[in-house]
């Protein structure tokens, strides 16, 4: 049993900062590829930004310049953090990460997981 546990959104004004977070625990064996998703109203889920075990990102070009993604390996942490932030950043965002769990009877099983979403809302 593997869990995501997102913390970190809430409401900011345009132009501010917020960080996110998100914490794997369970049976991992190792974590691969964690990234950050959101999903606006009406919209669909898009890949905000990712980041691979050996520490190489991606951003999506709305985003570039103005989020960085870390990660935690000790602790199975990802982190977003957000600066100049703008209302079209306003969405649901949802962690994801990509691993090897332990399964019972000691089995390696490799699956994808996802965060319940954190609200965040960037007033203008």
């Known amino acids: 049993q593997v869990q995501l546990v997102e913390s970190g959104g809430g409401l900011v004004q345009a132009g501010g900062s917020l960080r996110l977070s998100c914490a794997a625990s369970?049976?991992?064996?190792?974590?691969?590829?964690m990234g950050w998703y959101r999903q606006a109203p009406g919209k669909e889920r898009e890949l905000v930004a990712a980041i691979t075990s050996g520490g190489t990102t991606t951003y999506v070009d709305s985003v570039k310049g103005r989020f960085t993604i870390s990660r935690d390996n000790a602790k199975n942490t990802v982190y977003l953090q957000m600066n100049s932030l703008k209302p079209e950043d306003t969405a649901v965002y949802y962690c994801?990460?990509?691993?090897?769990?332990?399964?019972?009877?000691?089995?390696?099983?490799?699956?994808?997981?996802w965060g319940q979403g954190t609200q965040v809302t960037v007033s203008s």
């Open positions: 369970g049976s991992i064996f190792s974590i691969n590829t």
């Open positions: 994801n990460a990509g691993l090897l769990s332990i399964a019972p009877m000691g089995k390696i099983v490799m699956d994808d997981y």
